[in-house]
């Protein structure tokens, strides 16, 4: 509860202690600039979210760090619509932090509890020879 209640005092102080700096004018400028940018920050992230999952999906990449990322984005542009000098700095530093990089995984390096167990019996099945291709059609005691 206390947080609760600090949080936003120690904004709307750091709110007055900037726009004594830098005066009413810009404050309000600076703070209208963050709203609008964590708005278009969060489109952005909600826009681009599925097609970068596909993609790091179909290249072999694990999925945890583009989540990882994509959380990251997401929290700062909601902390820039929060108004405050405070909320603004913490969300410069999620979008400052370092980007992991991916690396394709080898799903012929990957251990046997991550295959899918249909796949690998599929797998065995075209390498025995159990499949033949062909055309099939049903002819019925009816239809001779």
């Given at each position: 509860m206390i947080i609760a209640v600090a949080i936003p005092a120690l904004e709307i102080v750091g709110i007055y202690l900037v726009g004594s700096r830098i005066?009413?004018?810009?404050?309000?400028?600076?703070?209208?600039?963050?709203?609008?940018?964590?708005?278009?920050?969060?489109?952005?992230?909600?826009?681009?979210?599925?097609?970068?999952?596909?993609?790091?999906?179909?290249?072999?990449?694990?999925?945890?760090?583009?989540?990882?990322a994509s959380g990251r984005r997401f929290?700062?542009?909601?902390?820039l619509i929060i108004p405050g000098p405070f909320s603004d700095f913490i969300a410069l530093l999620l979008l400052l932090w370092p980007r992991p990089k991916l690396l394709p995984v080898d799903p012929a390096r990957v251990g046997p509890e991550w295959r899918d167990p249909a796949d690998s019996e599929q797998k065995s099945r075209r390498t025995t020879g159990d499949v033949i291709e062909g055309e099939y059609r049903r002819e019925d005691e009816s239809t001779r």
């Open positions: 005066g009413f004018v810009w404050t309000l400028l600076w703070l209208l600039a963050a709203v609008f940018a964590g708005v278009a920050l969060i489109r952005q992230e909600q826009a681009m979210f599925l097609p970068r999952l596909q993609q790091a999906m179909a290249q072999g990449h694990p999925p945890f760090a583009l989540l990882w929290l700062a542009g909601v902390l």
